[in-house]
């Protein structure tokens, strides 16, 4: 497995505004997942992007994979107070147990 | 309605003490995750499995001992060896057949 890093740590929004969060990884990857947790709370997949794809769009979320940078980013569109939480990326390659490595996440904070 | 159960929701143990939480799915999912996560912290992995009766050290075993008897249940004890114990505890599980995984509400451990 593998882990992606996510870039700002944190973000500070007005409501309505985008969010963007970003992350990186190192190897070569069969997808990439999106999930968001919500204070004390287990995570919720949001989103997968396969390494052939390079736009994803699931209602206000757009997913972009470049994978000769080996970068992905997340956009939230026209925010929402409820959209606040901490968000993860995880780089997924088959094999090697399957498992899913998650780095230390964005929290965003959208304000009302 | 399908989903994966941990608990308790809270557990409070005394130093010196074993406790294991429990982490119930009824997903029919093939693969079970305990992770580990600390304030302001990513996911760390403690075990997984990916069949009944089998079952894999992950980045952070030690202190930690799992069973995995039935398909559905993949409980985590935490032993007297786990030296900062106090932590949220998530459980996961994921399907053979697609990607994604789906997570517990999760376990918050404080030692006392």
């Known amino acids: 497995s593998q882990q992606g890093e996510e870039d700002p740590q944190a973000l500070s929004i007005q409501e309505g505004e985008n969010a963007t969060m970003n992350c990186s990884y190192k190897?070569?990857?069969?997808?990439l997942q999106w999930y968001r947790q919500n204070s004390g709370r287990g995570l919720v997949h949001l989103i997968l992007?396969?390494?052939?794809?390079r736009e994803k769009h699931s209602g206000r979320l757009r997913v972009t994979l470049d994978t000769s940078k080996k970068s992905s980013s997340l956009l939230i569109t026209a925010s929402r107070a409820a959209d606040t939480a901490s968000y993860f990326c995880?780089?997924?390659?088959?094999?090697?147990?399957?498992?899913?490595?998650f780095g230390g996440g964005t929290r965003l904070m959208v304000k009302p | 309605d399908g989903g994966i159960t941990q608990s308790p929701k809270y557990l409070f143990r005394k130093e010196g003490q074993n406790v294991t939480l429990s982490c119930e799915q009824n997903l029919n999912h093939d693969a079970m995750y305990w992770y580990r996560q600390d304030p302001g912290q990513g996911l760390r992995l403690i075990y997984y499995?990916?069949?009944?009766?089998?079952?894999q050290k992950g980045d952070i075993a030690e202190g930690y001992s799992v069973s995995r008897e039935k398909k559905e249940s993949f409980p985590l004890t935490v032993t007297s060896a786990q030296k900062n114990p106090t932590a949220f505890y998530l459980c996961a599980s994921s399907p053979r057949d697609r990607y994604g995984y789906t997570f517990g509400s999760g376990t918050r451990l404080t030692v006392v």
């Open positions: 992007i396969r390494s052939n794809e």
């Open positions: 995880a780089p997924f390659v088959v094999g090697a147990g399957n498992m899913l490595t």
């Open positions: 190897t070569s990857i069969n997808n």
């Open positions: 499995s990916q069949i009944v009766n089998d079952f």
